[in-house]
């Protein structure tokens, strides 16, 4: 019998819902539940699979995101602003990225737009806007290789909700997407260096300003731990003068510092609890009954690899391939990397980043496995 993609990514995840959970199907909290779209919670019980699976890697991806944008209708750094910060840089590789997603930030754009001032500064609203100029700017980059209309307002709505600092108002909670401001002047930034031609045909002087306040912001302010400087590294490759080369190496030696015996990164070894945010996980943190030899996770292990690679050490590089090695042995059997998530043990959204990123680290190392075509 033929069955959809979507389908067979169904029975696996649930088949996986019934090995972690022990539970009926029909009562799984899903991680991302929308009309026929049913991904139950990850787990790090999840048997891992014996070769990596692109398929099952990007359909978690689409519906995921596709999932979010029908229950949630908003966006959000840890889903579909990940999707699209992150996907459309593997289209050589997978094709191109959903056009409902970039439709979704779109219109996302236009609703923003007509909100107040106040209301654009409130609460998760400046990160949403910085999340919506990032992700315009690689769909520019990397699919259609020319800057849109769109990302041109979205950066510069962006640049209108700066602060005089340099950075935006952050909620500082639920790390690590939304727990520094730190953070978001980095994403600022990746997205004012990606969108093709942006920079250098800004005339606007009052602009330029703003992106240089960014650039004096990133280059003066001490980020709070290692998980930002690492964010900074990878920032510094797309927007000049953030930092010298010398701070780039010591960076780049910081990141390889941290590589796991087992090939992997962690993140809890790039933070400690008190770092993340205003420190109100780090009771959360210092319980978890791994606390002491935190173990490698998808998010960190791919973005470690990505930022390393974009910092030009060569993929032959051995640190580099015992990264891959850990990426191509710890995919879970829905196609998910496990990584946990540093806010609560429900729902582990950081899985998602956690399975884009090491897709976009195979990517980087000539090490992804060409896709199967599906019956």
Not at 125 to 139: R, S, V
């Amino acid at each position: 019998m033929r069955v959809s993609r979507l389908a067979a990514v169904c029975w696996v995840t649930l088949s996986v819902a019934r090995i972690a959970f022990g539970a009926d199907p029909a009562e799984t909290p899903f991680q991302y539940k929308f009309e026929g779209i049913l991904i139950p919670p990850a787990s790090a019980d999840e048997p891992r699979r014996e070769s990596v699976s692109v398929e099952l890697a990007e359909t978690y991806l689409e519906q995921g995101s596709l999932a979010w944008n029908g229950h949630r209708k908003c966006v959000s750094c840890h889903t579909n602003g990940a999707y699209m910060q992150f996907r459309p840089a593997l289209s050589a590789r997978l094709g191109k990225p959903s056009p409902a997603i970039r439709e979704h930030f779109v219109a996302s754009l236009a609703a923003f737009e007509k909100k107040s001032p106040e209301e654009q500064q409130t609460s998760v609203a400046p990160a949403q806007a910085i999340y919506l100029a990032a992700g315009l700017a690689e769909w520019d980059a990397h699919v259609t290789k020319s800057l849109s209309p769109e990302t041109d307002r979205a950066l510069k709505l962006m640049l209108e909700l700066q602060r005089d600092s340099g950075t935006w108002g952050s909620l500082d909670c639920w790390p690590p997407y939304e727990s520094s401001a730190f953070h978001l002047a980095t994403t600022a930034a990746m997205a004012v260096g990606t969108a093709p031609g942006w920079l250098a045909g800004l005339q606007d002087e009052a602009v330029k300003a703003r992106v240089e306040r960014l650039q004096q912001y990133l280059a003066t302010e001490k980020p709070r731990q290692d998980y930002d400087r690492t964010l900074l590294l990878w920032a510094s490759t797309r927007l000049p003068g953030v930092l010298t080369a010398e701070q780039q190496k010591e960076l780049v030696e910081l990141v390889l510092s941290k590589q796991q015996a087992d090939g992997g990164w962690s993140i809890r070894t790039f933070g400690a609890p008190e770092e993340w945010g205003a420190g109100n996980r780090a009771e959360k943190l210092r319980a978890e009954p791994e606390f002491a030899t935190p173990p490698s996770d998808g998010h960190q292990t791919g973005l470690a690899i990505v930022v390393l690679r974009e910092s030009g050490i060569l993929a032959t590089d051995p640190r580099i391939q015992r990264g891959v090695t850990w990426l191509k042995g710890n995919q879970r059997a829905s196609g998910r990397w496990w990584t946990r998530s540093l806010n609560t043990d429900s729902w582990h959204f950081i899985t998602y980043s956690g399975t884009a990123l090491p897709l976009l680290a195979l990517s980087h190392c000539e090490a992804l496995p060409a896709k199967v075509a599906t019956p």
